[in-house]
């Protein structure tokens, strides 16, 4: 059955790929599904006691504050800075976990330019510390997440470097990285792989 | 020798203290120094693959941004959030890290009023996920800094809360905490701590 408004026009219950179209202008609008998916996985894992991970604040350059009497502060101007590590870190049962997250459009492959060089770097120096590090990565149009161990995407970055494809095949990232499926509580259980890689 | 000013007056080289007086309205003066020793510590051991340990950025709530043409996103309202972490984390061998500094100008006792109720919350969450957690305690008049396990800080936070005293007395720091010595690379070898304590 379908649901009218008052002017007659049929109710489409809105669709959250939709939600983010609309803030296309929202610096935090890339990769919001995935990020409000895992910002609630990790609140599951605090609030259970499983882990403690949190999202890294967005850096800012601060330029200008105004402090107003019996107010608070407030930032006038500032800037988005570029993030010198992963956005996600914390701890597991005494290991050290830190992971990335990206989502792309595409169907058929992961396109490379999601990461920065400085993450690339992060990444190779928590793996040298011997780090839990890795990546999610979802195809938004086909809503399939993978965990991904860093190692693999570092081999990836290097063919790209090396002059060859800029992304991703789908298909490798079946065969090395390990398909999550989405749940209600927690939604996003990536430590179940963890689990099964580490402990 | 002294130098002189134009005027006459002994010119009288700047002591770091000075220059945070200076500036009293910046909302990231406190703890200033010690800050800025912990990012160079910290840059030292990533530069030398020692540890990789990273000061969050602070948090922000972004209200209102703009987007000019052509140019960078400024924004324009923002206001500073209260951390539901410690400041600091990463991961050293293997080991996950995680520790907030502060500093007091006090001489006999560090007031815990420096801590916020999340922290204290953070901190034994991490601890109870086996992380290695702590606080880094800077005594600014004389220059003194303390390692002090977090189980130590929640201790005393335990006995405010049960009507005790408001502050941990400075003896009650040197009993428990390891005093670190200041040096020129790193400044702050808080991990020669963690060697000791942990492997």
Redesign the interface.
């Known amino acids: 059955m379908n649901f009218r408004y008052p002017n007659g026009k049929v109710y489409k219950k809105p669709e959250r790929t939709t939600l983010t179209k609309q803030k296309k202008?929202?610096?935090s609008n890339r990769g919001m599904i995935l990020e409000d998916d895992i910002n609630e996985t990790n609140n599951y894992y605090?609030r259970e006691?499983i882990?403690?991970i949190?999202k890294?604040?967005?850096?800012?350059q601060?330029v200008n504050?105004d402090?107003p009497k019996r107010s608070?502060?407030?930032?006038?101007?500032?800037?988005?800075?570029q993030?010198?590590?992963t956005d996600y870190?914390?701890?597991?049962?005494?290991?050290?976990?830190?992971f990335e997250a990206k989502e792309t459009k595409n169907t058929t492959s992961f396109p490379l330019k999601n990461f920065h060089d400085h993450q690339i770097v992060?990444m190779k120096?928590?793996i040298?510390?011997?780090?839990i590090c890795f990546v999610l990565l979802r195809f938004s149009t086909i809503n399939e997440i993978y965990y991904l161990e860093a190692k693999h995407l570092l081999t990836f970055w290097e063919r790209q470097t090396n002059g060859g494809r800029k992304s991703i095949k789908k298909e490798e990232i079946e065969n090395l990285g390990y398909k999550i499926k989405l749940g209600y509580q927690p939604r996003i259980d990536y430590l179940r792989i963890i689990d099964k890689l580490y402990f």
């Open positions: 202008h929202d610096y605090l006691c882990a403690v949190h890294k604040p967005t850096p800012v601060i504050v402090y608070a502060a407030v930032i006038k101007e500032a800037y988005f800075k993030a010198s590590t870190n914390g701890v597991y049962n005494g290991r050290y976990i830190d992060h120096n928590v040298d510390q011997k780090g």
